[in-house]
């Protein structure tokens, strides 16, 4: 039986509990959040143990593996406490708010010798799976220029925690995070980020930000990242020397690819959705849990989270200053 304890009792903590109570030999056995109700709220259907604070549970639960869904100011802290207790680590993203944090955090890991990895679900959600898969495949032959948007309403948290960008770092450091991890999964690393942005400040409630990354391997791509809208959705399309896939959260349709004709022309081929309807967020507790059990690394690493999180820092800075920033 592997055990697990949770760090925060919100949003996220809520879905992994839910997640690994569906794993076969796997019990959430301890959740830690000063929110009574809340932890109360996610506990019981557990049978869980709570604890007022994470110091507490880190202390005295019997767990294997620490599953740490705080605020991110909170993360660095949490998951080098949970590394040198000896159990294993599963962060929520964004893996930190600097780059120094985070690589203090990998080291930590690292030294303790326990699994660490961090929450970039988009990987698993089976959209991207196919996107990516497609790419890989050839099916627009060499990629050139990449669009994705991703724009919801300001989330709510603990103290609005999201409105303070010292805390969240806003749009590009919680937001479309899930862009950079994923677009370097597909083309590899980045040389140079270029970015605009709204500010959050008191008289004008917007987050919005449009980053160019140009990649090592000549892609470039332009992530689009807005917390000023009312609804949630994604939009990504990816052109290539032989087609175009597009894919939009709004529509129905599945994805899909245009590719080239014999009369230069476009024809459109659509992608089947995937028949399993499994949760992304299931995938990726699942997976974390059969590193820990066969003693496997993680698919996605504490360096990738730490290059994510390189990619929304040097996007900040480019809004900040007007100028690209060469990584």
Same mark, same amino acid.
């Given at each position: 039986?592997?055990?697990?304890?949770?760090?925060?009792? +919100?949003?996220?903590?809520?879905?992994?509990?839910?997640?690994?109570?569906?794993?076969?030999?796997?019990?959430?056995?301890? @959740?830690?959040?000063?929110?009574?109700?809340?932890?109360?709220?996610?506990? &019981?259907?557990?049978?869980?143990?709570?604890?007022?604070?994470?110091?507490?549970? *880190?202390?005295?639960?019997?767990?294997?593996?620490?599953?740490?869904?705080?605020?991110?100011?909170?993360? =660095?802290?949490?998951? @080098?406490?949970?590394?040198?207790?000896?159990?294993?680590?599963?962060? &929520?993203?964004?893996?930190?708010?600097?780059?120094?944090?985070?690589?203090?955090?990998?080291?930590?890991?690292?030294?303790?010798?326990?699994?660490?990895?961090?929450?970039?679900?988009?990987?698993?959600?089976?959209?991207?799976?196919?996107?990516?898969?497609?790419?890989?495949?050839?099916?627009?032959?060499?990629?050139?220029?990449? !669009?994705?948007? !991703?724009?919801?309403?300001?989330?709510?948290?603990?103290?609005?925690? $999201? =409105?303070?960008?010292?805390?969240? #770092?806003?749009?590009?450091?919680?937001?479309? @995070?899930?862009?950079?991890?994923?677009?370097?999964?597909?083309?590899?690393?980045?040389?140079?980020?270029?970015?605009?942005?709204?500010?959050?400040?008191?008289?004008?409630?917007?987050?919005?930000?449009?980053?160019?990354?140009?990649? =090592?391997?000549?892609?470039?791509?332009?992530?689009?990242?807005?917390?000023?809208?009312?609804?949630?959705?994604?939009?990504?399309?990816?052109?290539?020397?032989?087609?175009?896939? $597009?894919?939009?959260?709004?529509?129905?349709?599945?994805?899909? *690819?245009?590719?080239?004709?014999?009369?230069?022309?476009?024809?459109?081929?659509?992608?089947?959705?995937?028949?399993?309807?499994?949760?992304?967020?299931?995938?990726?507790?699942?997976?974390?849990? +059969?590193?820990?059990?066969?003693?496997?690394?993680?698919? *996605?690493? #504490?360096?990738?989270?730490?290059? /994510?999180?390189? *990619?929304? @820092? /040097?996007?900040?800075?480019?809004?900040?200053?007007?100028?690209?920033?060469?990584?």
């Amino acid at each position: 039986m592997i055990k697990v304890g949770i760090l925060g009792a +919100g949003t996220m903590g809520g879905m992994h509990a839910g997640c690994y109570s569906q794993i076969p030999d796997v019990k959430v056995v301890a @959740i830690a959040d000063r929110r009574r109700d809340a932890v109360q709220k996610v506990a &019981e259907p557990l049978g869980a143990e709570v604890f007022e604070e994470a110091d507490e549970l *880190i202390e005295k639960a019997d767990v294997d593996i620490i599953d740490v869904c705080m605020p991110t100011p909170f993360h =660095k802290e949490f998951v @080098i406490k949970a590394a040198r207790s000896g159990r294993h680590v599963f962060c &929520e993203k964004p893996l930190a708010l600097s780059v120094q944090d985070g690589e203090e955090m990998i080291e930590a890991c690292d030294r303790a010798g326990v699994k660490f990895m961090v929450g970039h679900v988009l990987r698993y959600f089976h959209e991207y799976v196919a996107i990516k898969r497609q790419i890989d495949a050839g099916a627009i032959g060499r990629p050139a220029v990449i !669009r994705a948007s !991703r724009c919801a309403s300001q989330p709510v948290g603990w103290q609005d925690w $999201y =409105k303070k960008r010292e805390m969240s #770092g806003g749009v590009c450091l919680d937001l479309i @995070i899930h862009d950079f991890d994923f677009l370097r999964w597909c083309f590899g690393d980045v040389e140079r980020v270029f970015a605009r942005g709204a500010m959050y400040d008191r008289e004008i409630p917007v987050d919005y930000a449009l980053v160019t990354l140009r990649f =090592k391997n000549g892609v470039i791509a332009h992530v689009e990242g807005s917390w000023a809208h009312s609804g949630f959705f994604t939009t990504f399309e990816a052109a290539g020397s032989e087609g175009l896939i $597009y894919f939009d959260s709004r529509t129905s349709s599945p994805i899909r *690819i245009f590719v080239k004709t014999q009369e230069e022309g476009k024809a459109a081929v659509e992608v089947p959705e995937s028949p399993v309807n499994v949760s992304p967020y299931f995938m990726e507790i699942d997976h974390f849990v +059969g590193c820990v059990r066969d003693d496997r690394e993680p698919e *996605i690493t #504490g360096q990738d989270a730490l290059e /994510a999180i390189r *990619i929304g @820092i /040097a996007a900040l800075e480019s809004i900040k200053t007007g100028k690209p920033v060469t990584l």
